[in-house]
């Protein structure tokens, strides 16, 4: 089925050191969700995003939803041992359609 | 507030044998979702509910798989005959309103196939 891409595809960083990921679509979206996946466990809600331009946090985690509308990014600041998992993207398309399409992941290794 | 509760966590079945997951939403929400997801790779849409109304079951194989929503509520997939490529992990995900407010998953259910 369609994914979407998602860069980088995985990463190690210090702890303490900020993170950047981003989502990338070739279809315009009305609504990113980023999502956080611990191993064994289902995807957990992290930030929601609703609007072109729109830039949201949830705490030292920040989104942005892309001003083309194909694009969104995530940035975690100053990251700790507990960062570690696989970070989801997901977009649902403005073609009229409910469904959300996820992203490949980025995993992410923080070492201490 | 109760989250989406899925069960079992884990199957392990051997090929060509039934097998059936259930889960239960988020209370409220009118959307239900099922996915796939396989080792690495994000999840994959097979069949969203509006309330008791499956409409978008076109990733769903019909062959094998089927799915029930009663009464709008808990829903249940079912596999038979299982595959050996079946072997991944199935999550139920919830929804409120019409488009879709934000999804929130269950904890999965892992099948394994021999």
């Known amino acids: 089925g369609q994914q979407l891409n998602q860069s980088p595809q995985s990463m190690f960083i210090q702890e303490g050191e900020d993170v950047s990921m981003n989502c990338t679509s070739s279809s315009i979206f009305n609504t990113w969700l980023w999502y956080k996946q611990d191993p064994g466990e289902g995807p957990v809600l992290l930030i929601a995003l609703y609007k072109a331009g729109e830039l949201t946090s949830n705490g030292r985690l920040t989104a942005q939803f892309g001003i083309t509308r194909k694009d969104s990014f995530l940035n975690i600041s100053a990251s700790i041992p507990s960062d570690v998992g696989i970070y989801f993207c997901a977009g649902r398309p403005s073609s009229g359609t409910y469904k959300y399409i996820f992203g490949t992941g980025t995993r992410l290794k923080v070492l201490a | ?114």
Request: net charge negative; proline share 8%.
């Open chain 2, 1 to 114: 507030e109760a989250g989406v509760v899925q069960s079992p966590r884990y199957k392990i079945i051997e090929k060509k044998q039934p097998v059936a997951f259930w889960c239960n939403p988020i209370s409220g929400h009118n959307t239900l979702y099922w996915y796939l997801q396989n080792l690495g790779q994000g999840p994959e849409l097979l069949i969203r509910y509006e309330n008791e109304e499956a409409v978008d079951d076109s990733q769903l194989p019909k062959d094998r798989f089927s799915a029930e929503r009663l009464k709008g509520v808990d829903s249940t997939l079912k596999i038979q005959p299982a595959e050996l490529g079946d072997s991944a992990v199935y999550l139920c995900a919830s929804s409120f309103g019409v488009p879709p407010d934000t999804q929130y998953f269950g904890p999965g259910t892992r099948l394994t196939v021999l």
